[in-house]
C-alpha cells in the first residue's frame, strides 16, 4: 500500500506563507529528495496554480540555481492530480478532479508504486481527520511570524492522533526538518 505524505515550511508559530521563507540550496536539495520518492501529486487548486507553470518552466529553461533546476527536473515529470471544481485546464501530466478527495486518496493508496505527496493545505485537515496520512515532512524555520494562516488552525478530529518523529534533519539556515509517521 502507498503511503500519503505531506510537507511543508513553517514558522516556528505555524504560519505556512510561502513568502516567509527563502530556501536555501540544501532546503531545495531536501526537497528534491522528497520528490524522487513521490509518484503523483495531489493538489488543491491554488497550490497547483502556485506551482505550476513556475516549476515545469525553470525545468524547460534550465535557468536558476542549480538546486532549482535539480528540484524543478525531479517534480515536473511526476504525474499530478488537481482537486478543483472550477479549474478546466491542466497541464500535460496533471488530471482534475471534482468529486472528493477522501475516495481519490484511498484509491491511489491501493495503486503500487511511489509515495502520494498531497500537496494543499486546505485538504490537509480533512485528510489527518480521516487518518489518510502517513507521514508529515515539517521544515521548521527560525521565525516566529506573529501573523497569518497557522497549518493545523482547521483540524478538528474527534481524537487525537499519534505521529512518531522518526528523523530530524538540521540545516545550516536555522530551519530543522521533523519527519513523523502515524502511529498505527
Not at 51 to 74: H, L, N, R
Not at 130 to 138: A, C, F, N, S
Request: hydrophobic share 40%; aromatic share 8%.
Amino acid at each position: 500500500m502507498r503511503k500519503v505524505m505531506f510537507a511543508m515550511n513553517i514558522s516556528i508559530d505555524g504560519c505556512y506563507d510561502h513568502t516567509l521563507f527563502m530556501p536555501d540550496a540544501e532546503l531545495m536539495a531536501y526537497f528534491t529528495n522528497l520528490m524522487l520518492d513521490t509518484g503523483v501529486i495531489v493538489y488543491g487548486r491554488k497550490t497547483y496554480q502556485l506551482m505550476v507553470p513556475y516549476w515545469p518552466d525553470v525545468a524547460k529553461s534550465q535557468t536558476g540555481p542549480p538546486e532549482d533546476i535539480a528540484f524543478a527536473k525531479a517534480m515536473t515529470p511526476i504525474p499530478k492530480i488537481v482537486l478543483s471544481r472550477t479549474l478546466k485546464v491542466a497541464d500535460e501530466n496533471t488530471g482534475i478532479v471534482n468529486d472528493g478527495p477522501e475516495d481519490l486518496i484511498r484509491q491511489l493508496k491501493q495503486q503500487p508504486g511511489k509515495k502520494i505527496a498531497l500537496s494543499s493545505t486546505s485538504l490537509l485537515a480533512e485528510m489527518l481527520a480521516l487518518e489518510l496520512i502517513d507521514e508529515l515532512y515539517l521544515i521548521v524555520h527560525p521565525i516566529l511570524a506573529g501573523s497569518g494562516e497557522r497549518l493545523f488552525e482547521n483540524y478538528i478530529s474527534p481524537q487525537k492522533h499519534n505521529f512518531k518523529l522518526t528523523a530530524s534533519q538540521p540545516f545550516n539556515s536555522g530551519a530543522i526538518a521533523l519527519h513523523y509517521h502515524k502511529n498505527d
